[in-house]
Nanobody, 126 residues
Framework: QVQLVESGGGLVQAGGSLRLSCAAS????????MGWFRQAPGKEREFVTA????????YYADSVKGRFTISRDNAKNTVYLQMNSLKPEDTAVYYC???????????????????WGQGTQVTVSS
């Protein structure tokens, strides 16, 4: 069993930055590939970024490429999402998710992730 707890969300002006954290419980964090998803009001949940369990491979949605960076610290059981140059359209609830596999890619269905956090709100004002 893995529990995921996101933090770091908040209100920021367009062009600003935020860093989200997702802390995982348990001693097998390094066995999970991790992803970040987001869901805006009235929209479907969408893939944002993912990182392999080693941290060597990362993937990004086109909408965030060059602005967001995913990283992980397996010693701290934490995955991070650094968000720069934020835009109002980045406003959403952000969720981290864990998949018991080596790697996840943008096309990996959300239902193939094994655990999800409760989400953290990110609001970008114009």
């Amino acid at each position: 069993q893995v529990q995921l707890v996101e933090s770091g969300g908040g209100l920021v002006q367009a062009g600003g930055s935020l860093r989200l954290s997702c802390a995982a419980s348990g001693r097998t964090f390094s066995s999970y590939a991790m992803g970040w998803f987001r869901q805006a009001p009235g929209k479907e949940r969408e893939f944002v970024t993912a990182i392999s369990r080693s941290g060597l491979s990362t993937y990004y949605a086109d909408s965030v490429k060059g602005r967001f960076t995913i990283s992980r610290d397996n010693a701290k059981n934490t995955v991070y999402l650094q968000m720069n140059s934020l835009k109002p359209e980045d406003t959403a609830v952000y969720y981290c998710a864990a998949a018991y596999r080596t790697i996840v890619v943008p096309s990996t269905p959300a239902d193939e992730y094994d655990y999800w956090g409760q989400g953290t709100q990110v609001t970008v004002s114009s």
